[in-house]
């Protein structure tokens, strides 16, 4: 990333932005296209949310999009109250839309940032950030928000994510860039590729999933776990002791 933090879109531009998203974001099979096994890592963090907590009561759902992973989590279980987190109302208007077909109990939608949502403390056994915590931007700002995400967490509850990554190696960087970019042209040519990579660099600044999983521990998390990793791609997790 060359793009100096303070220079990366601004909250009110990411938001503006994913107002006309809303579609894409809507395929509850394949997830996110321009993510490197997003179908798997949505399946992986749902079922070990699912066996983790079998009696949730409550979810919290971060930058949830259109809602899917949660809906993937009501397959499992369909009375769970839902909190549903996102900047664009649009989002969250089709994931309020879907989840509340999909559950017997009560669905609530905060159009907020994640540090900022007025959310109760200690009430979630299960919280999903998929492919959100990559718009955090210095480590204040990581460090803060996987703090309030342990805060928000209820004893035994868990914590998964699925997101972009980067490496702390530079040369392995390299070599899974270059294949994360290959990916991309076999999904829709180099075009495709060069304007994915721009948003990345204009939106996003992610962090090292060794980096993401010290944090989980420093915030207070335990039995932290790495699900899957793929080209520049993690899904990971951990738990709340009780």
Same mark, same amino acid.
């Given at each position: ?92 208007? !089709?994931? =309020? ?6 559950? $017997?109990?009560?669905?609530?939608? %905060? /159009?907020? *940032? ?80 060069? !304007?994915? =990579? ?6 996003? $600044?992610?962090?090292?999933?060794? %980096? /993401?999983? *010290? ?28």
């Amino acid at each position: 990333m060359s793009t100096p933090l303070n220079k990366k879109a601004t909250t009110e531009e990411i938001r503006k932005r994913f107002d006309e998203e809303v579609e894409r974001f809507s395929n509850l099979e394949t997830g996110q296209q321009t993510a490197v096994d997003a179908a798997l890592m949505m399946e992986l963090i749902v079922k070990a949310a699912a066996a983790c907590n079998p009696a949730a009561r409550a979810v919290l759902d971060i930058g949830c999009g259109a809602g899917n992973n949660t809906l993937k989590l009501l397959q499992h279980k369909n009375d769970i109250d839902c909190d549903l987190v996102d900047l664009s109302m649009k989002m969250l208007e !089709r994931a =309020f839309q879907r989840v509340s077909a999909a559950t $017997s109990g009560a669905v609530r939608m %905060f /159009q907020s *940032d994640i540090r900022e949502a007025d959310l109760p403390h200690g009430h979630y056994d299960i919280i999903f950030a998929a492919a959100v915590l990559h718009h955090l931007r210095d480590d204040d700002d990581w460090r803060g928000t996987f703090r309030r995400m342990y805060e928000l967490t209820a004893p035994g509850g868990t914590v998964w994510i699925t997101d972009l990554v980067f490496h702390e190696n530079k040369e392995v960087h390299a070599l899974l860039w270059e294949r994360y970019g290959k990916y991309l042209e076999s999904t829709g040519g180099e075009e495709y590729r060069d !304007r994915i =990579f721009d948003f990345i660099e204009k939106q996003d $600044s992610p962090r090292p999933v060794t %980096f /993401q999983l *010290d944090l989980l521990r420093e915030a207070g998390f335990a039995e932290v776990d790495v699900l899957h990793k793929n080209s520049c791609f993690a899904a990971f997790g951990a738990r709340k002791s009780k």
